[in-house]
C-alpha cells in the first residue's frame, strides 16, 4: 500500500497517539543521554517494557508511598552514572535521590553499607547489608523468585 503525504503523517500521528506509540516515545525519551550522563539503559527491550509497564500502572510512589499528582508527578529514577533503572519515585524523592547508587538497580548506599529496596505489586521489601556482593546474589534469587514469576 502507498500512502500519500497527507495519509502518511496522519498514520504517524495515530500511531503516537496509540498505547504501543506512547510506550515507544517515552522510553526513547528515557534512553536519552543529557548533560546530567547517561539515559536509562537496559539489557534488553523486554526490560525496557517492563520499566515502562511498571511506571504506567503504579499510582503511589514507590519511596514514599504518596499518590502521584500534577504537582508530584512519577518518575523514571535511574543512575546517571551507570544507566541502570533504580525505582519509579514522585517528583519530589527523585530530587533527594543522589547519586550514590551501587551501579546495580535498586542497590544503594544506606548508612556504612547498602540496601537493597524493591517495591512488588505494592509490598515494599528491603535487605540491608554491608557486603555488596552479598546482596547482589540476594537480589538475583529474590527477583527470581517474585518478581518475574507473578
Ligand atoms: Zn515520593
Redesign the pocket.
Known amino acids: 500500500m502507498v500512502m500519500t503525504k497527507e495519509e502518511r503523517k496522519q498514520y504517524n500521528k495515530k500511531y503516537h497517539q496509540s498505547p504501543k506509540g506512547k510506550m515507544c516515545n517515552k522510553i526513547a525519551n528515557w534512553k536519552q543521554k543529557t548533560k546530567n550522563g547517561y539515559g536509562l539503559i537496559c539489557e534488553n527491550k523486554g526490560e525496557y517494557e517492563y520499566i515502562y509497564d511498571r511506571w504506567l500502572r503504579y499510582e503511589r510512589?514507590?519511596?514514599?508511598?504518596?499518590k502521584y499528582n500534577e504537582d508530584?508527578w512519577k518518575c523514571m529514577d535511574h543512575c546517571h552514572l551507570t544507566g541502570l533503572f533504580r525505582d519509579i519515585?514522585?517528583h519530589?524523592?527523585?530530587m533527594k535521590r543522589q547519586d550514590n547508587s551501587s551501579g546495580i538497580s535498586n542497590i544503594s548506599k544506606h548508612n556504612n553499607g547498602w540496601l537493597y529496596q524493591i517495591t512488588i505489586k505494592g509490598n515494599k521489601h528491603s535487605k540491608y547489608s554491608k557486603d555488596l556482593e552479598f546482596l547482589k546474589e540476594y537480589k538475583i534469587e529474590y527477583e527470581k523468585k517474585y518478581l518475574y514469576n507473578i
Open positions: 510512589c514507590e519511596e514514599c508511598s504518596k508530584n519515585l514522585c519530589s524523592c527523585n
